[in-house]
């Protein structure tokens, strides 16, 4: 019997694409290929393995009549059509949880960055500033008795309020739900009273079309004059037009940024240029350890449904049946 097929879209390791070979025929799009390679690769193919910015909209899936999974190397979707993906039976996976931790920290690392001017030190030092004895960047603050204000209180969410609270943070949360569950200390709040009790406001929320620019202009102007916005989930979600003026404008201290709008982007871009903003080139999960677990269950996910079993992670369970149940000659 044949072994379905599956378009990869990524760079892989001998050993895992040995892992694939044993699974499933593979055809491996070259690097800068372009669209028209990759829609021939995916004519045929079963499943596909692509990273969480690898653009698949209705147009491609319309090229892949076959298509039964679409693996993500990421926790992230919002780079996937996932209604068109779910009415034509195709299974969305992605890699929750075994990021938890590196993207926490990351977070952990742009508030002490903040609250100690770290950067400005850094650049202060190696121009020779401090040599000189001329005027540093001032006074930094303490991270022990603010207030973290957490949009978004999923499993990034909670990783970042354990770390914060060994700092003696105060933790708030905004999401779907009010209750955190028994033994959380975090205390609920809407949007609005969020933004304004908050020392720090750290986003951990998904990229929808609810959440797509949830804090603009009106949120970031009740912010306390000496908070700072941290962003390690997805650019889109905070107005980043409205974040630039509100940085000009000195409506908050400032912002320490893992992720923007556009990636990656313009040399000009504004925000890079913004005052007393930090800006990391989406490295959230950039560890040894976080990207070898994102890979095994993107691995793992792609090969369990090419061979009708469920998957570890899936986005969209209501197609599931339809796939596992569909044979493709």
Same mark, same amino acid.
């Given at each position: ?212 620019? =949830?804090? +603009?202009?009106?949120? @970031?102007?009740?912010?306390? *004059?000496? $908070?700072?916005?941290?962003?390690? #989930? %997805? ?70 449904? =090419?061979? +009708?079993?469920?998957? @570890?992670?899936?986005?969209? *369970?209501? $197609?599931?049946?339809?796939?596992? #149940? %569909?044979?493709?000659?």
């Amino acid at each position: 019997m044949a072994l379905p097929s599956a378009c990869i879209t990524l760079p892989l390791s001998d050993a895992a694409r040995a892992r694939l070979a044993e699974a499933c025929e593979t055809t491996w799009t070259t690097p800068g290929g372009g669209r028209e390679e990759l829609l021939g690769h995916l004519a045929g193919a079963q499943g596909m393995l692509c990273s969480a910015v690898f653009p698949v909209d209705a147009a491609m899936l319309d090229a892949a009549p076959n298509l039964r999974v679409i693996s993500n190397f990421g926790v992230g979707f919002n780079n996937i059509d996932i209604a068109d993906a779910t009415r034509r039976g195709i299974v969305v996976c992605n890699t929750p949880g075994v990021l938890n931790d590196a993207v926490a920290d990351l977070a952990l690392a742009l508030m002490l960055a903040a609250a100690r001017h770290v950067p400005a030190n850094a650049a202060y030092a190696a121009s020779g500033g401090w040599a000189s004895r001329a005027s540093g960047p001032g006074l930094g603050f303490d991270l022990m008795g603010k207030t973290l204000g957490l949009v978004g209180y999923g499993r990034i969410g909670r990783a970042t309020a354990q770390r914060a609270r060994a700092f003696g943070m105060r933790i708030l949360f905004h999401d779907v739900f009010a209750d955190p569950g028994p033994g959380d200390d975090a205390e609920y709040r809407d949007l609005d009273a969020l933004m304004a009790e908050s020392d720090i406001v750290s986003v951990h929320t998904n990229l929808t079309p609810e959440s797509f620019h =949830l804090i +603009g202009a009106k949120e @970031l102007g009740r912010m306390k *004059p000496a $908070a700072w916005l941290v962003n390690t #989930a %997805r650019g889109p979600i905070v107005d980043e037009e409205a974040l630039v003026k509100a940085l000009h404008a000195g409506t908050i201290a400032g912002a320490a940024l893992d992720v923007i709008e556009v990636e990656p982007p313009a040399a000009d871009a504004p925000i890079l240029s913004a005052p007393n903003t930090i800006v990391l080139p989406h490295v959230g999960s950039a560890t040894v350890e976080a990207r070898a677990a994102m890979l095994e269950l993107c691995l793992s996910n792609l090969i369990s449904v =090419l061979g +009708g079993q469920p998957p @570890l992670a899936c986005v969209n *369970p209501e $197609a599931l049946e339809r796939a596992l #149940a %569909r044979q493709v000659s």
